[in-house]
């Protein structure tokens, strides 16, 4: 081991100059020596990655530790309501959101799609046993899951079926959203026995047709679309 000969710090033999004072480290013994390798990376992406499967099982073991640890310390503490049922549904639909990620790339977006519909509509459901009825989730929650799982599965198959861009993509998602908004109005409605008429979607209605009537003359003229393209870098 070597010592800066300015300030006398303990020098690593792979280092150049000192990094205290930065004076240049020249050993008369290793003029005509290779040098050292240094022992940090020298570039980016030089360390090693996580792998896949190291990463998998670390999300794993955390989010079923923190289940079973919550649904311990509900049991034994706190035990007034079933609030660990909350934590569960969050860890459940933690790890099925990250599976295709970490697990099984190769997973179909419909069935991952499928999959998170599901994971919510479990959590939704494990709700219930907190809120003490289960009304809301039937009449609102789990029809409101199932329409927005419907809703996001559309946009795989129309990429399958058509050659959709980001002007198309824009069209589907401002039609999606007037419905979405008149069916969860009518649902709520449905729920508190009120009369079967739209008023906030009505307005959330009327700007989306208005948007999709500019979408829609913007795809059907080409010279407009290009020139739309051209200018938001489509």
Known sequence: ?????????ELDRSLKECPLCN?????PRELNMEPDASPYPARKG??????????GILI???????????????LLVFNASLWSLIVIGSCLCLFVFAFPAVFYSKMPVSAYLLADGASVAVFLYLV????????WFWQ?????????????EIFPLLGRLLHFTILSCALAVFMEIPLFCVVLELLIRHMLGQPYFITWSAVVLTVCIIIDIALVTILTKKRLR?????????
């Open 128 to 135: 219930t046993f907190v809120t003490r009825t289960d009304r």
């Open 60 to 74: 794993t073991v955390v989010l079923t530790a923190t289940a079973a640890t919550c649904l311990l310390l509900n």
């Open 1 to 9: 081991m070597s010592y800066c000969v300015n300030c006398g710090v």
């Open 140 to 152: 609102i929650g789990l029809p409101v899951v199932a329409m927005l799982t419907i809703f996001a």
């Open 226 to 234: 290009n020139e739309v393209r051209r200018r938001l870098h489509f």
């Open 46 to 55: 030089q360390v090693e990655a996580v792998k896949r499967k190291d990463l």
């Open 23 to 27: 004076t240049p480290v020249m050993n």
